[in-house]
C-alpha cells in the first residue's frame, strides 16, 4: 500500500512546467495538507482508522487540493496557494464525510473506489469555480508558453503517473481484490492513451503532445468509480471513451470554455479530471450489478454542488489577497540563478 | 511483486532521448501490447495463471518490444510503430510458449529467470534483423544527434533501470529466493558499471558519458539467466564481463557493424541487450550445477531464430508502409509547440 | 523494505547538478561501496544478518558515502572518487561497529534508527574535513554555476527524496512500527518544508528555490534518531527546527563559513545532513523517556570525532593524487558529445 506514496509525490512533479512557482507551491501545498487533514481526522467525528489508512487518506486530499490548484497555476501569489490550501482541505473533508462517509444518512452507498468523485471531480470543479474570480481579462489574452523540452518534460510526467495510478487506486481497496484492480486500472490506461492518439490525430492533423500527456490519463481517472468492479472489456471501453472526450475537450472544447465562461483552467483540470470523472461516476451505474443508483446520482450531485460552491466561495477570498503583478512569471517571488 | 511495474515505467523513460515521436510510440507500444498479450494468453493455448502474474509477463513481452523498437527508433512513422507491436507480440508469444513453456515438448528446460535469452536477446535481434528492411544509405549518413542534456537524460533514466532491476529480476522468482537473487543483480550491475568506466577509459583515453549509460546496465541483462542460482562472486564476474564486452561493442564494434551489415541500430539495442543476454544465457551452462546443456543451448538457437526469422519478415512488412521522411525528426507528424 | 533500494536510487539523481561528472562518480561510489560493503561483512567480524538486511544497510553506508562526496564535488578527478570510495567504507564500518554495534561495549544503546548520526552527521563531516586538504584558493573564487534547469532539477530531486524518505527511514524498524514510523517521517518532512518556505523569505526577502530544494529535506534528517518513538507533534517540532536551521545555514552561515574555515562545501552538506543530523541526535534525549543520556552524548561524540579524524586523513591521502585542472567542468575526462 505504501507505493501509492510514490506515485503521489509524481503527481506533484508533474505539475511542474510551469517552474520554480509551481514546485514551490506543490511542496507547500502537501506539507500544509498532509498533517491538516490527519489532525481534523483527529477530533473526533471522524470513525477511527489505522495511521496508514489515514495517510493515504490524507494523500487523496492533498491529490485533490493539486488539481483544484491546477486550474490557476500561474496567476496567484504563493502566500494565496497556502490560503487555498487552508480553505480546501475543510470543504474536501466534509464532501467525503457525506458522500463517502454517508455521514447523515441520506445518501446511500456511492461507489468510487479511486475516487473519480470525490478526488478529481471535486479537485476539477473547485478549481474552475475558484478560477472564476481569479482570471483577469489578461491572463485570457496571454498564452501559457511551453516549449521542447517542457512539453517531454509532462509526456515524462504523464508516463510516471500511469504506471503508478493503479497503486494509486489500490491503495484502500482489500487485499484480495487488488491483481482484478490493478490489471483494470493498467486496461483502462492502455485504452485512453490508445484513443487519444487516435483522437488527436483524427481531430488535428497531427499530432499534439500535449493532448498524449493529459488524456492518456483520462482512464485512469474514470475507472475509478469501478476499478474493482468492472470486467476486463468494460474497463477497456471505459478507457477508451475517457481518453476520446478528454482529447475533444483539450482539443475543441477548452478555447470555446475559455471564451464562453471567461475563465483561463491553467492546466485544462476540467479536461483531463473534471468530465472523466464525472464520466467515470456514471458509468458506475451501468457497470455495477445491484447498485444503488439514486445514491450514485445523489453522490455525483452533491459533490458537484459543494465543490463549485465552495470553490466560487474560496476564489473570492482569495482574490482578496490581490494577484501576481506577472501572470505565468515567478521572478516577482523568486531569486534570480546565484 | 508490483514493483516490476515502477521499474518497467522507467524503461520507457529512457528511451526518451529522440524526442516527442519516442515517447509517442513508447506510450502507444505498451498501450497496444499489454492487453494484445493478456486478451491472447485468454485463448486457452496457454497455462492459466494468476491475473498478476499474467500482468508481469505481458510486461516483459512489453519490455522486449521496447528493445526491439530501440533499433529502429526514429526512422519509421507511428502508424508503423502501431504494426510493429502487432507483429511482435504474437512471434514474442510463440518463442516464449516454445523455449520457456516447452509447449512442443523438445526443448526441455531452459534456465531463463530473468529473461536474459527470451526477453533481452529475442528483441535485440528482432530490432536489429528488422533493421534490415528499415535502414536506408541516407539513415547510413545522418548522425544521430544527442547534446548535454540529452546525455544527462540517458545517464538518469539508466540510473533509474539500475535501481529498479532486481525487482524486475526477482518479479516471479518465489518467495524464499527474493533475497539472494536481488543481491545478485545488485553486484552484477555493481561489476558492470565499474567495468564499464574502466573499459571505456582504456579504450577511448576519456569517458564517454554514452558508454556508461549503457554498458552499466549490460550486467543486469546478463545475470538474467542466472539471477537466482549464482553465487554472489560469480555475480559479480558476469556482471564485469558483460559490462566489458558490451562497452568494447559500443566503442569499437558499432561503427564496423553498420558498415558491414549496412544496419543502424538505433540505440545500440545488440550491444546492450543482444550480446550480453546470449552471453548470460551461455553463462547459466557453468553456473548452474546440473544442469540441461542441450536445453540451455537448443533454448538460445531456437530464440534467435525465431528472432531473427521474424524480425526479417516483420522489417519487410513494416517497411512496405513507407518511412519517414526527415530522420529523427518529429515535425512531420507532430504540431509545433502552441 | 525493498522500496528503499528506489529511494536510494533517486539519492544519486539528487546530486546531479555538477553534469556528467558527478552522474559518473555517484554511479561508480554505488557500485564500488556495496559490494565492498557486503564483503566486509562477511569476514566474521560483524553479527550475521539475512541477505536484504545486509543489503540495506550496505546502502545506508553508500548513502553516507555520497553526502561525504557532495562535499568535495566538482573539485577531484574520477580516479579520486574510487579512492574516496575506498577510504570512507571502512571508517563509516568501523564508527557503525562502535557506535550501533557496540563491539567494545563502552557506548551503551544509541536511539539513531534513521540514521541521523551515523549516516547524515558522519558523512557531512567526513566530507567537509575532506575538503580541508581539497580546497584551493581558486576554488573560493569561482562560483558553484547553476541555471534555472538546474534548479529545477533539484527540486524534482528533492521531491522524490521526500517521499522516499520514509521507506528509507522504515526500512528496517519492525513491522508493527512500519505506520507510525513512516507518518512522523512524512509529518517532519511537512515542518521542514514549511519552515524553509517561511525562512527563506524572511530572510532573504524573497525565496530562493536552493533553500526550498535543500531544507524541505532537513526534518528527515533530523527525525532519523527519533522516527520509531516521537509523537506525532514531536515530529512536526523536530521538523519545523530542523528545516528553520537548515535555511538559516544555507541563507547565513554558508558564505561566512567558507570565509573562516577556508572550506568549500559544494552542495551544503554541513547546513543539510551536518547539523540536523547532529540536531535529531541530541533531540533523542528530550524525545525518548528512559534514553541513556550518557550513550547518547557519547555516540554523537564518538561520530563526530571519528569522522573528522577519518575526514582530514583521507582528505590529506586524495589531495596526493592531484587535483582537477579545470574546477566543475568535466570536460578533461569526458568526451564531448559524439
Redesign the interface.
Known amino acids: 500500500m505504501?507505493?501509492l506514496?510514490?506515485g503521489?509525490?509524481?503527481l506533484?512533479?508533474f505539475v511542474?512546467k510551469y517552474?520554480?512557482s509551481a514546485?514551490?507551491a506543490?511542496?507547500?501545498l502537501?506539507?500544509?495538507s498532509?498533517?491538516m487533514y490527519?489532525s481534523m481526522k483527529g477530533l473526533g467525528i471522524f470513525e477511527a482508522k489505522?495511521?496508514?489508512e489515514?495517510?493515504i487518506l490524507a494523500e487523496f486530499g492533498a491529490a485533490s487540493l493539486l488539481i483544484a490548484a491546477g486550474a490557476i497555476l500561474g496567476r496567484i501569489r504563493?502566500i494565496q496557494y497556502i490560503i487555498l490550501g487552508l480553505l480546501f482541505i475543510p470543504f474536501y473533508m466534509f464532501n467525503e464525510l457525506i458522500v463517502i462517509g454517508d455521514y447523515f444518512h441520506f445518501v446511500g452507498k456511492v461507489a468510487d473506489t479511486g475516487g473519480s468523485i470525490v478526488i478529481h471531480a471535486f479537485g476539477a470543479l473547485f478549481g474552475i469555480a475558484a478560477a472564476v474570480s481569479l482570471t483577469t481579462q489578461e491572463d485570457m489574452e496571454i498564452?501559457i508558453e511551453?516549449?521542447?523540452?517542457t512539453?517531454?518534460y509532462s509526456?515524462?510526467g504523464s508516463?510516471?503517473l500511469?504506471?503508478?495510478w493503479?497503486?494509486f487506486c489500490a491503495a484502500l481497496v482489500p487485499i484480495e481484490a487488488?491483481?482484478?484492480t490493478?490489471?483494470n486500472v493498467?486496461?483502462a490506461?492502455?485504452?485512453s492513451?490508445?484513443a487519444a492518439?487516435v483522437a488527436s490525430v483524427l481531430i488535428?492533423g497531427?499530432?499534439?503532445?500535449?493532448d498524449?500527456a493529459n488524456a492518456?490519463l483520462a482512464g485512469g481517472v474514470a475507472i475509478g468509480a469501478t476499478c474493482d468492479f468492472a470486467s476486463?472489456p468494460q474497463a477497456?471501453i471505459i478507457g477508451v471513451i475517457a481518453g476520446a472526450i478528454s482529447t475533444i475537450g483539450f482539443a475543441i472544447l477548452q478555447n470555446k470554455q475559455q471564451r464562453i465562461h471567461k475563465i483561463v483552467d491553467t492546466c485544462g483540470v476540467s479536461n483531463l479530471h473534471g468530465i472523466p470523472g464525472i464520466f467515470g461516476g456514471l458509468a458506475a451505474i451501468v457497470v455495477i450489478d445491484g447498485i444503488d443508483i439514486y445514491a450514485q446520482l445523489k453522490g455525483i450531485t452533491i459533490t458537484v454542488f459543494i465543490a463549485v460552491l465552495a470553490g466560487l466561495l474560496c476564489g473570492k477570498v482569495i482574490s482578496l489577497f490581490g494577484k501576481t503583478k506577472d501572470v505565468y512569471d515567478d521572478s516577482a517571488?523568486?531569486?534570480a540563478?546565484?
Request: glycine share 6%; with cysteine.
Open positions: 505504501a507505493m506514496l510514490i503521489f509525490g509524481f506533484m512533479v511542474r517552474g520554480r514546485l514551490t506543490t511542496f507547500l502537501v506539507s500544509i498532509l498533517p490527519m489505522g495511521e496508514i489515514q495517510l504563493m498564452p511551453s516549449d521542447a523540452t512539453d517531454k509526456v515524462l508516463m510516471v500511469w504506471v503508478f493503479p497503486s487488488i491483481p482484478h490493478v490489471v493498467f486496461i490506461l492502455c485504452g492513451t490508445i492518439y488535428r497531427k499530432v499534439s503532445i500535449a498524449i492518456a476486463h477497456m517571488e523568486f531569486l540563478n546565484e
